[in-house]
């Protein structure tokens, strides 16, 4: 793997999905569609949010984006070419920091470049550079356990960080956070995007996360999940920060009127197919 | 932000710089360490106790068959340490090698075929099918059930013996390899391939790891089942052993000799535990 991202390939799409469709194949049950029909481009240096209800496919979209799991038909591309697996050039977050419990935190943040055989001197100063980079550099000797929930979710950052990503995908990274700690948080990825100007695909139910984070926020819906409309944030980076302006109140409630049209939308579908999608999550969805 | 077990490290690291006046950090790490202290005494208490009723009873039976005092336990431990018991067989030290042997040799042996078949259950659903009704129906079985047919099989040589320890050992560890690694949390498998781990990588640095703790665990019990089996055995088929010298003893009313045996196996079974406790701890945290 290259120590630096290559800089072909920039200025154009990062990723870029044509007609993706997910179908799940279960034991007894009829075939569980989660994503159907998906097309849509994340530009190089892009932060995308994408929302809607609980079982719209975000999750597994989000997941083939990672190279964990395959599209049923379709294609995702990646810099131009198409993804067969996943890739360090792809890092993702999960719902749960998944730190490994038996590696110290730097340990964690190391695993990436162990597991592909690097270790350069460079490696280990930039491991120390991003623990300092999160806060968490007086706890890279200390074991996941006795750190607190934001603490934990930092070393997830700087684990994925580690590898330089082009692209960051975030599968409601935040959702478990008290509301100060997932302030905090936000602010520590707009603060990464920034300085390592990397494309970040963020999966929220959030309408002010979205409306906060995402230059675009696509607004999926569900039984399939598809997209339902893209919305391209009028308000600049900066001014977004200012979330109680007049502007992002009436973004807010802009995309809060469009999620519940979603909402009612997708309850007003025949019983039979809600019950092909019973619950809040999709079965099996996140194992490739 | 800081739990409380961060706290103390807190604390700890803080140690070498030796303040004049304790600070609320060394304050706080204190009272875990005094009321640790305090488990330690009434752990102590406990044995001591269970000591005392155990001698006042034996002055108050005062017939040594039925219940020797402690110390002609420990006089008739030391004295047949070095002299052979019966007289024509070996001393305290040799049969308890014998029996450490046979218990290490069918633990291991059992272990690495334990682990061997959980591991190829938990990644080939059709040997999972073939095989876990067997180990169901065979993991209620007590291991003593099959004395007698591996006397019949193997005779009553060492083999019998360490066969034994493998039937109780192997379900144990096959069940608990199978569940270590099947509630291996998918987010870690999914984390290290995001990562960049290859699928050898990843299967022996994030999916095995895990699972080692659950595993070791397992060992744990089984060697306990292991311990069961091997006194039983050697009180049945054997002329040699713990288990055999504890039987020996008791038909001839050397009580002494029969609690000199007891505490040798609990002697034993507490050193092996506590190396396999080491080795967990050894392994770092867990969760």
């Known amino acids: ?288 | 932000m800081l739990n409380d077990s961060m706290r103390g490290r807190t604390g700890s690291a803080a140690r070498p710089i030796e303040p004049l006046a304790p600070t609320a950090l060394e304050l706080e790490e204190w009272v875990p360490s005094q009321r640790q202290g305090s488990r330690l005494l009434r752990r102590g208490l406990g044995l001591l106790a269970a000591a005392a009723i155990w001698e006042i009873a034996s002055v108050i039976i005062s017939d040594p068959v039925i219940l020797p005092s402690i110390q002609t336990t420990v006089s008739t431990l030391v004295h047949y340490m070095s002299t052979p018991y019966p007289s024509e067989g070996s001393t305290l030290w040799s049969h308890a090698l014998v029996s450490l042997g046979r218990i290490l040799t069918g633990f291991v042996l059992g272990t690495v075929a334990g682990v061997a078949i959980g591991a190829a259950m938990a990644s080939v659903r059709i040997i999972k099918d073939l095989i876990d009704p067997i180990i169901e129906i065979t993991r209620p079985l007590p291991p003593l059930a099959f004395i007698p047919l591996f006397i019949v099989w193997f005779g009553i040589g060492e083999s019998s013996k360490i066969l034994l320890i493998m039937t109780g050992v192997i379900p144990i560890m096959a069940i608990a390899t199978v569940s270590a690694l099947d509630t291996v949390p998918t987010e870690f498998i999914e984390a290290g391939r995001v990562l960049g781990a290859g699928r050898a990588y990843n299967l022996m640095h994030v999916r095995v790891r895990a699972a080692l703790p659950g595993i070791v665990t397992g060992m744990r019990i089984a060697m306990g089942v292991s311990w069961t089996s091997i006194v039983a055995v050697e009180m049945i088929a054997a002329t040699s052993g713990v288990g055999y010298v504890i039987l020996q003893a008791g038909s001839y009313l050397v009580t002494s000799l029969v609690f000199s045996g007891i505490i040798i196996i609990s002697f034993l079974g507490l050193v092996l535990d506590s190396l396999l406790r080491l080795l967990l701890r050894f392994l770092g945290p867990a969760a």
């Not at chain 1, 984006?65 to 697996?85: D, K, N, Q, W």
């Open chain 1, 1 to 288: 793997m290259p120590a630096t991202r290559p800089d072909e390939g920039s200025g154009g799409h990062d990723l870029h999905m044509e007609h993706v469709t997910k179908v799940f194949v279960r034991r007894g049950r009829r075939p569980l569609t989660a994503v159907s029909n998906v097309s849509l481009s994340i530009g190089d240096g892009e932060f995308v949010c994408l929302i809607g209800p609980s079982g719209c496919g975000k999750s597994t979209l989000l997941s083939m984006m990672a190279g964990l799991a395959e599209p049923t038909s379709g294609a995702i591309r990646f810099r131009g070419e198409a993804i067969t697996g996943t890739d360090p050039q792809r890092g993702m977050l999960f719902q749960s920091p998944a730190l490994f419990p038996w590696l110290t935190v730097h340990d964690n943040v190391m695993f990436g470049p162990r597991a592909q055989g690097r270790r350069d001197p460079a490696v280990t100063g930039l491991a120390r550079d991003l623990l300092v980079k999160v806060g968490l550099a007086d706890f890279k000797d200390a074991y996941p356990k006795e750190l607190s929930g934001g603490m934990k979710h930092r070393a997830a950052f700087a684990r994925a960080l580690i590898n330089q990503p082009a692209v960051l995908l975030l599968d409601e990274p935040f959702a478990a956070l008290d509301a100060i700690t997932r302030q905090s948080m936000q602010q520590l990825l707009l603060d990464i995007w920034s300085e390592y100007s990397m494309s970040i695909v963020f999966v929220t139910h959030d309408v002010s996360e979205a409306t906060l984070l995402g230059d675009r926020v696509v607004l999926m819906s569900s039984r399939p999940g598809q997209i339902h409309s893209v919305l391209d944030n009028p308000i600049g980076r900066a001014a977004r920060r200012d979330i109680d302006s007049a502007e992002m109140s009436a973004l807010r409630r802009k995309l809060r009127t469009e999620l519940a049209e979603v909402m009612t939308a997708s309850a007003q579908q025949p019983a039979a197919s809600a019950a092909a999608a019973p619950g809040t999550t999709v079965p099996g969805g996140r194992n490739a």
